[in-house]
């Protein structure tokens, strides 16, 4: 007998109950009933490390995507983030015939956010009922499990296959099939290895069945060798009418970039996710996951909204895990988008939510940053600047990864500020002095350095930024951008705040160039993005980020005049970012009416589907846009839900919620924990 592992410890749960259980007024699951395999986007379960995307065909996966695995291929010559072998695909044969899509009925995929597992259920003509299970398991970064339940309807034989197949882009692959026979137990173990690209890297993966018959009386199993980059390891069971039978399917993958020996770590970690057996590995994701949804954002009176959100925070909370130094790419882990890249959409955009509600996850995106701050030192010096100069898109080394056509790779620089931005951030609302000693003060300084040698003093006695891409793209090699100059000036001003925290000297240049950065105004008062500017149209919110999350507008009036202005200037085809700006702003000024309003179109018009992932704009096919969800996330935490990072830590403004609500908690928020709530 053989199990199937798969090189990424994921273990895939599958369980069958027939017709799936209607859930359409839960706020913890997301159903989708008529698909169309030629209108389908997938949704993900992921932990962190491995990203797993449903596909529109029962029982199989349409990719797996590991966290930290890059290699130079596809367009733009820059390095991108890799799929892994697929390793939680499944055939079954009934009665000799393969299973497929023209022969089942009452096919439905339900995830639950709330367990962060995805569920497929259907019917096999007269004969069998299926429901499927996978998830990527919180506690085995590595590591996904897929359990099965078959009810037969009459009697039957069935024969399940555990697949494991390569992608395209790997090369060289091998595979692997044996068995460890021990007294108590007997694991089957199937491998495959094979090379990145270019050769630079090892990526591995195994599974392996679990199943329910006592040692000795488990189903014979049968491996077959097929193409180059398949193989299979199936097992039949003849079942009577009405009977129920389980089986599980785990599966762990990893590469070099991980350990120095994917193929048998990847085995081990099957190996030990096998003996762990279902119910304790399922006990244990749980119990992960209730830990996580301590912190969460409820609203009472709406359960599709509150569905919403929970969809929102369950993908990020699934892109990224504590105690590790990877990021967040736009696209988190639920395909290849954006070839993996971390850009300003982590700082800006996806960690503001994790820093109020998960600070532990929080971390981990810093120490990615903290861990390539060399990268961004060369890259300073490289382009005739001191201090440290991030990449606009970043790779696993820490490189710029911009294709060399895009001008934001070398001229983008308000990134290097949103970093400092995020650093400063995490210590108000953690005070961790030590953290700030060894991380958080090392890199503002460097950051500070930056701007200070970046800036340049002009004839009128100010300091300017020349030549830079805006936040608003669509404005290249301009100077004096607001969004770059005022968070240089911001900070600076941290650095500074940091330094004397920590009884060190500030640099007084820091202090100078702070004071001295100009920000522009157009004659009408209205503060003007850049030293060109005449009204044109913006890809996204510029000028309105110096209200938030910058402090460098407080002026009522002259936030409001912003907001007026530049909201009918907004590409409405834009990222949906552009819209969490102006709702959160216009319900922190009281407009609560516009504020909701403005809320839906955050995500509502960029859902795909069948299950309403969420596409960078209105009509796009790129799902799951995680930088839209952080956009939206915000707009309910420091939005309606009035929360204010703030040297005394997470405060909380006066501010009022839709009618259309009886409530907002937040729940499980900063270090202590604390629930805030506006009525």
């Known amino acids: 007998m053989i199990q199937k592992i798969t ?8 369980s069958l109950t027939g017709i799936a259980q209607d859930v359409s007024n839960s706020v913890w699951h997301v159903q989708a009933k ?32 590991l966290n930290g695995a890059f290699d130079t291929y596809g367009r733009g ?38 367990h962060a597992s995805l569920t497929t259920t259907f019917d096999h003509a007269d004969k069998i009922s299926v429901k499927q299970t996978i998830s990527a398991l919180r506690h085995l970064p590595h590591t996904a499990l897929m359990e099965v339940e078959i009810i037969a309807k009459k009697d039957v034989s069935v024969t399940p296959h555990s697949v494991l197949s390569a992608p395209d882009m790997l090369r060289d692959v091998k595979n692997f099939y044996h068995l460890i026979d021990r007294p108590h137990s007997l694991i089957p173990l199937i491998t495959s290895v094979a090379k990145s690209p270019t050769g630079k890297n090892t990526v591995a993966a195994s599974n392996s069945f679990i199943f329910e018959e006592e040692r000795g009386k488990e189903p014979a199993l049968i491996h077959e060798e097929w193409d180059y980059g398949l193989h299979r390891l199936k097992f039949t069971v003849q079942l009577k009418a009405g009977q129920t039978y389980r089986f599980a399917v785990v599966g ?8 120095a020996d994917p193929h048998n770590e990847a085995e081990r970690l099957t190996i030990f996710a096998a003996l762990e057996r279902t119910e304790r590995l399922k006990k244990r994701h749980t119990e992960a996951w209730n830990k996580l949804w301590e912190s969460d954002i409820v609203i009472e009176g709406d359960a599709n909204v509150q569905r919403d959100v929970h ?30 890249h971390v850009f300003w959409d982590t700082e800006l955009w996806m960690y503001p939510p994790l820093l109020v509600l998960h600070p532990e996850i929080a971390k981990s995106l810093l120490e990615y940053r903290f861990q390539r701050l060399e990268k961004a030192k060369n890259n300073a010096f ?78 009128d006695g100010k300091y300017h930024i020349i030549n830079v891409v805006c936040a608003d793209e669509y404005a290249e090699n301009v100077d004096d951008n607001a969004f770059t100059n005022g968070m240089a000036k911001e900070v600076l001003g941290y650095a500074v705040e940091a330094a004397r925290e920590l009884g060190v000297t500030p640099n007084p240049k820091w202090t100078e160039v702070a004071t001295g950065l100009i920000i522009l105004k157009l004659d009408n008062g209205v503060t003007r993005e850049h030293a060109t500017y005449t009204g044109e149209t913006i890809k996204q919110a510029d000028v309105n980020l110096l209200a938030y999350p910058l402090k460098v507008v407080t002026d009522i009036p002259q936030l409001k005049k912003d907001l007026d202005y530049y909201e009918t200037r907004m590409d409405k085809n834009g990222p949906a970012m552009s819209f969490a700006i102006l709702c959160l702003l216009n319900a922190r000024l009281g407009n609560t009416e516009k504020a909701y309003q403005l809320f839906s179109q955050t995500y509502k018009p960029n859902e795909v589907p069948p299950f309403g992932v969420i596409a960078e704009t209105a009509g796009g096919t790129n799902p799951y ?27 909380q403004l006066k501010t009022k919620i839709p009618i259309q609500w009886k409530s907002l908690t937040l729940k499980g928020v900063g270090v202590d924990k604390k629930t805030f709530v506006v009525r």
Do not use: C
């Open 382 to 459: 490289s382009h005739g600047y001191e201090g440290a100069m991030f990449p606009w898109e970043s790779d696993n080394e820490g490189q710029e990864s911009t294709p060399v056509w895009a001008l934001t790779g070398p001229f983008q620089h308000h990134i290097t500020g949103d970093i400092g931005f995020a650093f400063w951030k995490y210590y108000q609302v953690t005070k961790d002095k030590i953290w700030l000693r060894d991380r958080g003060y090392p890199l503002l300084k460097e950051v500070a350095d930056f701007w200070a040698s970046r800036a340049e003093k002009g004839n």
């Open 7 to 14: 090189l990424l410890s994921v273990v895939l749960l599958q």
């Open 34 to 65: 008529n698909i169309d395999p030629n209108n389908y986007y997938g949704v993900t379960v992921a932990n962190g490390m491995i990203g797993i995307v449903s596909s529109a065909e029962p029982l199989k996966v349409k990719d797996i995507v």
């Open 252 to 259: 762990s993958t990893t590469s070099s970039e991980h350990v």
């Open 625 to 651: 846009f995680a930088t839209g969800a952080g956009g939206f996330l915000q707009t309910l935490l420091n939005g309606f839900g009035g929360l204010d990072i703030t040297k005394a830590g997470i405060i």
């Open 311 to 340: 969809f929102a925070l369950y993908h990020l909370y699934s892109f990224a895990r504590e105690g590790t130094a990877y990021s967040l790419s736009p696209m988190g882990l639920s395909g290849l988008g954006y070839n993996g």
């Open 77 to 114: 010559r820059v390095s991108n983030i890799m799929k892994t072998f697929d390793f939680a695909n499944m055939d079954m044969d009934v009665d000799g015939q393969r299973l497929d899509r023209k022969r089942i009925q009452n096919y439905a995929q339900t995830l639950d956010m709330q």
